[in-house]
């Protein structure tokens, strides 16, 4: 392997700088071409940078390569409120024509809700709404989410959905979701007592009704149109979720099943659910992904696979080869929103550099503070940056006292991705509501005595 400064330098002659100027993404929309699915990372879940800059690249392609939908790691019943948002409210009072933007973002109210109630996301959906009110029919874009959670919020849609249409229907989905008991009861205690025999499991329950709204389908569309199509979607869509999550909250007390894998493969399997279903009256549908490195990056290429992992962006270069691009997001060092511990509140926590031996490091020695990377056209730096190195992954908590071992993995970059965009320095996402820990977060590296 070439040494560090000789590889820094090769790469140094290799990247392409970001202004900030709206020819940054020229190289990017190039390379994506005629892909329908492009799939952009993050290297943590609460930076302002890669929040912002995937704002702008999506922005882009909606408006030059007539992508109509962002598809996120977000609760498919939560994020469809944005949708209905954005696409002009329909006949949802919550949406409605006086509604703004932070009402549509009401819904997410689950630990972590400053991933997608915060500053750059409201300003995302505002201009999603302005660019729909003025798009051609069937040129709108959506807002969709691609997650596993959401059980109680997805049984209480589809109930709603049904009662609406059907109450006998209505009232035989409350039957068959009854099996969960009540709504107040926390997804994993079902999933624990379930697993270790302690209460039936309800797998048959929920895939008794997710069949029979498939088998109703022509009967609840009758007249509808296509409002009405979206509306028999969705429906569907939370009751795969239910199925799904129902599996999940199951598995995770059995050792034999990975959690992530199921993760995983129904937010690929929704992706595909929703190609299809935006796809159905005209040309093939084009949407962006918004997720972490650690699903949009192929697992293949990276510590997931020796542990048996998979995540979407493996999935969906071998579902779809001709058809997907992944685009991943690195940062040395600055400050992140994060948690300490799972459920406690976001604080806004300062992130160390970048440990020697990893790409951030690596990238860090360039010098240049912010650039983009193609991986398909290394050049000289090809040989260096095929050998695996660490790379670092903050989610939704940052334990920065042992970041060696909480943070950071070895993947092979070149074959992770097909891009990677760097920032030296970035700085922590706002949240809509910011705790007194997040204000307070972010202390001069000199504090308390300023030297």
Known sequence: MPSESILAHALAETVIPLAGGSADFDPLLERIGDARFVLLGEATHGTHEFYRLRAELTKRLIRERGFTAIAAEADWPDAYRVNRYVRGGGDDPDVGADSDAIQALGD????????????????LVGWLREHNEHAEPGRQVGFYGLDV??????IESVIGYLARRDPEAARQARARYACFDTLSVEPQLYGRAAAFGLREHCEEQVASQLRELERRRTELLAGGGVLAEDAQFEAEQNARVV????????????????????????MMDTLDALANHLGRRGDPAKIVVWAHNSHVGDALATHRDRRGELNIGQLCRQRHPDETVLIGFSTFDGTVTAASDWDEPAERKRVRPALPGSYEALFHKVGVPKFLLMLDDLGEAAGG?????????????YRPQTERASHYFHVRLPDQFDAVIHIDH????????????????????????GL
């Open 426 to 449: 970035t700085r922590a996402l706002e949240p809509l509501e910011r705790s007194a820990g997040w204000e307070r977060g972010e202390l001069p590296e000199t504090f308390p005595t």
């Open 108 to 123: 997410f109210r689950r630990f972590p809700q400053w991933m997608w109630r915060n500053a750059d996301i409201l300003d």
């Open 385 to 397: 940056l095929h050998e695996p190195r660490l790379q670092r992954a903050i989610g939704v908590v």
């Open 243 to 266: 199925a799904r999550a129902e599996e999940y909250y199951r598995s995770m007390y059995l050792g034999h099943v990975s959690t992530w894998n199921l993760r995983d493969t129904h």
């Open 149 to 154: 959670y959401s059980l109680h919020a997805s």
